[in-house]
């Protein structure tokens, strides 16, 4: 079983992970977008081994501790990100794919590939354990915004409606922010309380998407 706890700050209600194996206690960290000192705390206090960097895309919030956390483990860790320019001045990298697995301790996770957001955006499944990390691709209520460089509205809708909406209902999101009602739910609440998740084609996201800009510029 994966055993998961969040850490909540960085430059917008950023969440952070820590995620580990039950059985092994090998452990990763999901997006390293909050200061260390308490992931650390919770790694030394339970006895967990970190292994690994799981990065969700690589927009400055969600890799602003990264080299932080390298350094405090002397480069043993393996980063897995989508967009290998991002980390060049690490070594120890893993340029992940489109349903490539990672295996942590006895668990795996599948890397799932969800550009719109951004375009090496990433999300990471754990298939047994019924969760998913979404990154900014999808949060509790909506999308992330295709406002920004290296953003594509279709690429998004692609992501969401033929990748992420394909998965189980009960699977649990794991959001990049914590800007929901609540933290996490399941994918089947979320197309039953968000018009974002319930379109009947590209047309009605569009106008979905383009409604909520509109309000943010009230």
């Not at 994966?2 to 997006?31: E, H, M, P, R």
């Not at 795996?108 to 969800?114: A, Q």
């Amino acid at each position: 079983m994966i055993q998961i706890k969040y850490f909540t700050g960085g430059y917008d209600k950023n969440l952070s992970y820590l995620i580990w194996c039950q059985k092994s206690k090998q452990a990763a960290i999901v997006d390293p977008a909050v200061k260390i000192t308490p992931i650390v705390d919770y790694i030394d206090t339970n006895k967990l081994e970190l292994k690994k960097i799981l990065v969700t895309h690589s927009h400055s919030d969600h890799i602003q501790y990264l080299e932080d956390i390298v350094l405090k483990y002397n480069h043993k860790l393996k980063i897995h990100i989508s967009d290998k320019t991002q980390v060049d001045n690490i070594k120890l990298y893993d340029c992940i794919s489109h349903n490539q697995v990672i295996n942590l301790g006895f668990e795996t996770i599948k890397c799932l590939h969800t550009p719109g957001h951004y375009y090496d955006s990433t999300c990471f499944w754990s298939i047994k354990n019924n969760i998913i990390f979404t990154g900014d691709t999808m949060f509790i209520g909506r999308t992330g915004r295709t406002i920004h460089k290296g953003s594509n509205i279709n690429a998004l809708y692609h992501s969401i409606y033929n990748i992420l909406l394909k998965l189980p209902r009960e699977t649990m999101i794991f959001p990049g922010h914590d800007y929901g009602k609540i933290k996490f739910d399941t994918i089947d609440n979320n197309i039953k309380n968000s018009t974002f998740f319930s379109c009947k084609n590209f047309v009605e996201f569009l106008l979905v998407m383009n409604n909520y800009e509109k309000s943010k510029k009230k």
